[in-house]
């Protein structure tokens, strides 16, 4: 079964930084693009980063560029997303998909909720 | 950036009935164009990609249709388990893909 699982969100003050992580299984997670993608509260979907299955390539949204950074370790199966200079608009629902073979995201995680607060 | 707009932003049907939600690219995106459906709580779930591909294990009560900017998800016959929220989403400048503000349905 693939199966997605992040963890490590949670209430951090602005200007905190968090480490969100996912762990992957039921596919050959090396093989795959992997991307984040974020849901603010009431609202709609925003794809965050993505990298590429050997880690060469990361691309970012415009908002998170120079704060936020995607990497991977395909021996732990595991993606990640560093997230540094929090804001309060970074607070939402974090979840780690698989990119498809034409960038859909066919596998979600459950997502992990990361609040910025003080 | 291309803008994406769905339209109506909610409805409501009965069972049995066909639903049919609308997608509207700001710029032409080929077939570029993927459907989701969300449940309160709950993570998306691919529906459809690539305009009118049915992602494996979706029921065919749900088809995509559409091309360069108006997309159109249908449901042919509406089911209780069916309520939730629809997004669409471009990938045609991917890796910026970007998604539809959803079209929420509910079951009379």
């Known amino acids: 079964e693939v199966q997605l699982v992040e963890s490590g969100g949670g209430l951090v003050q602005p200007g905190g930084s968090l480490r969100l992580s996912c762990a992957a299984s039921g596919f050959t997670f090396s093989s795959s693009w992997m991307s984040w993608v974020r849901q603010g509260p009431g609202k709609g979907l925003e794809w965050v980063a993505n990298?590429?299955?050997?880690?060469?390539?990361?691309n970012y949204v415009d908002s998170v560029k120079g704060r936020f950074t995607i990497s991977r370790d395909n021996a732990k199966n595991s993606l990640y997303l560093q997230m540094n200079s929090l804001r309060a608009e970074d607070t939402a629902v974090y979840y780690c998909a698989r990119d498809g073979s034409v960038t859909q995201f066919d596998c979600w995680g459950q997502g992990t909720l990361v609040t910025v607060s003080s | 950036d291309i803008q994406m707009t769905q339209s109506p932003s909610s409805l409501s049907a009965s069972v049995g009935d066909r639903v049919t939600v609308t997608c509207r690219a700001s710029q032409s995106i080929g077939s570029s164009l993927n459907w989701y459906q969300q449940k309160p709580g709950k993570a998306p779930k691919l529906l459809i990609y690539a305009a009118s591909t049915l992602q494996s294990g979706v029921p065919s009560r749900f088809s995509g249709s559409g091309s360069g900017t108006d997309f159109t998800l249908t449901i042919s016959s509406l089911q209780p388990e069916d309520f939730g929220t629809y997004y669409c989403?471009?990938?045609?400048?991917?890796?910026?893909?970007?998604f539809g503000p959803g079209t929420k349905v509910d079951i009379k």
């Open positions: 990298i590429r299955p050997d880690g060469s390539k990361k």
């Open positions: 989403q471009q990938t045609y400048s991917a890796p910026l893909s970007t």
